[in-house]
């Protein structure tokens, strides 16, 4: 479990946007929670300078590279691996304790072996990188055996941050479904990891299950020539995360029940069933690594009905780290989402605007995935059905990203009606980039 001191803590802070009022006989209640983390370090290309001298957050990282038969078709796809991987290792800060694993139906320690993690500076970089140049493709995919690997390792040092990085450019065709699932579940919680495909041989819902299962970013990186780029924001990113294990920690009064826990930006990740109970009537929500970053999380309570002119607390958000010995670390942020029930039916009718905003995103996400489902099964009047409201939806939510991947899918008549065709030829690596990506939104407008 992480344990730090508050020099190297982030200031928390949260925010809790919604509606509190209820007509009568309501029950229930919305809120956004918007939490963020300010003043402890930096994400991004500045992370790095940010902590001289290797002084900064202990962290420790496990890079897995596919290095099964396929990643030789196109033997690009292997020299991208490399050289991502390579550019990756020049990101660690000072200090940093990492390893390199060669994935295929075995895991292989490529570098420092011998059980054990190297402690990044110029001399073990280079070595890193000598190392890589010996990695050729060959062999079948095993996913969760690169996991536990890197979970033995990245649990081997006393760190505050354990992060993986894993690229696949494949099905994961030599271990089963439930072995993966079991991995997931044994290593949940122990490291985060983001999760790349390469080409379009993957499989998506296996890719995002494991980024979302440890926590973590999943994306396409279609053309191998763009592997360096992202592994470099992606260590970068990872070199700024400075608090792990940070949970949600929602209490609720007797009589009141938590529906869902979502996060909703900057995507879509529902939380509900990983709750832990953490005492009477409250329970944590993982979160996993923070930096300087923002978050909203979408909370919907069901309070037992009240009569009119009463009001309740309904729950209690904050902020916590749980330590080892069953005490936690308190970050010092909490929210408040209260009930109150009117007659005022100009009040108990509005929708708050963050909340109308994140429902239509996480709506928007699940009928990506819905048309996309329908239209690989043939049905395309269900799927047009999906991608036009799709549509819609990002046009009304201003998600212009997302709206530009649907229109590579489907032709656009009216967004605003969502009336659309499908397209008759669609390039795989764009459906596969829309099916990743369909879970990213966009903050609502202030």
């Not at 320690?109 to 070595?127: F, S």
């Not at 509900?272 to 923002?294: F, K, V």
């Not at 330590?323 to 308190?330: C, K, M």
């Amino acid at each position: 479990m992480a344990n730090f001191s508050k020099s190297n803590v982030p200031q928390f802070s949260m925010d809790v946007y919604q509606n509190e009022y209820l007509p009568e006989g309501g029950r229930e209640v919305n809120a956004i929670v918007t939490v963020t983390a300010t003043g402890g370090g930096t994400v991004g290309s500045a992370a790095a300078a940010a902590y001289p001298q290797g002084r900064g957050p202990s962290a420790a990282v496990a890079l897995m590279v596919d290095c099964s038969g396929s990643m030789d078709y196109p033997p690009t796809k292997m020299r991208g691996a490399r050289d991502a991987t390579a550019a990756a290792i020049d990101t660690l800060r000072d200090g940093t304790h990492f390893a390199v694993i060669g994935g295929t139906h075995v895991a292989q320690e490529v570098y420092p072996g011998g059980g054990r993690l190297a402690v990044a500076d110029r001399a073990t970089r280079e070595q890193a990188k000598q190392a890589l140049r010996r990695l050729s493709a060959g062999g079948g995919t095993a996913i969760g055996s690169w996991l536990r690997l890197a979970d033995r390792l990245l649990n081997s040092a006393d760190v505050t941050i354990r992060h993986g990085i894993l690229l696949t450019d494949g099905r994961n065709e030599h271990e089963s479904p439930e072995d993966l699932r079991a991995t997931l579940e044994a290593c949940a919680g122990r490291f985060t990891c983001d999760a790349r495909g390469v080409g379009t041989d993957w499989e998506v819902k296996e890719v995002t299950g494991i980024a979302s299962a440890l926590l973590g970013g999943a994306d396409i990186v279609a053309d191998p020539a763009h592997l360096a780029a992202d592994f470099t924001r992606m260590m970068e990113t990872a070199m700024g995360k400075e608090v792990a294990d940070v949970c949600l920690r929602v209490w609720t009064p007797v009589g009141t029940t938590i529906r869902f826990v979502k996060q909703v930006a900057p995507s879509v990740e529902d939380l509900t069933a990983r709750r832990a109970e953490a005492g009477p009537r409250a329970g944590d929500y993982p979160t996993g690594s923070w930096g300087d970053e923002s978050r909203d999380y979408h909370l919907c309570v069901e309070v037992p009905a009240a009569g009119l002119g009463q009001e309740m607390l309904a729950a209690r958000v904050s902020l916590v780290v749980p330590q080892g010995d069953s005490s936690v670390q308190n970050l010092g942020a909490q929210g408040l989402v209260r009930a109150v029930w009117t007659d005022d039916m100009t009040a108990s009718t509005s929708i708050n605007p963050q909340v109308a905003h994140y429902t239509g995103q996480a709506e928007l996400a699940h009928v990506i995935q819905k048309g996309l489902d329908l239209r690989k099964a043939g049905d395309f009047d269900g799927a047009t059905a999906k991608l036009g409201r799709a549509v819609q939806l990002a046009s009304i939510s201003g998600n212009a990203d997302t709206a530009k991947l649907l229109a590579k899918v489907v032709d656009v008549v009216d967004a605003a009606t969502g009336t659309v065709r499908l397209k008759t030829r669609v390039a795989e690596a764009d459906e596969m980039t829309l099916e990743t990506r369909s879970t990213k939104t966009v903050r609502v407008k202030k």
